[in-house]
């Protein structure tokens, strides 16, 4: 049973920050690593940004800068602090992880979602 669950998602100016937080206990310690995707009304889901459990991280070349990805271990949380924010950000935000992960399908399971919507 897929147990990710996202929250932080609000409305907010340009130019304004959001943090996105996922409660993810069963998925922080894995080797597949956790990602935040976000897709945006009429558009493909984006791979936002990635953490493996090394600290490795990467991130999209739209977010570069902007967006930092972190885990709280202890917690079991993931976290995507989103500074700078554009109109061109909004979207539903997930988070994502796995157990067995593969190559095609790195992260296999995905939370609901919290929407970020940003004006201008």
């Not at 990602?35 to 936002?48: D, I, S």
Request: aromatic share 10%; with cysteine.
């Amino acid at each position: 049973q897929v147990h990710l669950v996202e929250s932080g998602g609000d409305s907010v100016q340009a130019g304004g920050s959001l943090k996105l937080s996922c409660a993810a206990p069963g998925y922080i310690f894995s080797n597949c690593g956790m990602a935040w995707y976000r897709q945006a009304p009429g558009k493909e889901r984006e791979l936002v940004s990635t953490i493996r459990i090394t600290g490795a991280t990467t991130y999209a070349d739209s977010v570069k800068g902007r967006f930092t990805i972190s885990t709280d271990l202890r917690m079991g949380i993931l976290y995507l602090q989103m500074d700078r924010l554009r109109t061109e950000d909004t979207a539903v935000y997930y988070c994502a992880g796995g157990h067995y992960c593969t190559a095609e399908n790195p992260f296999p399971d995905r939370g609901q979602g919290t929407q970020v919507t940003v004006s201008s």
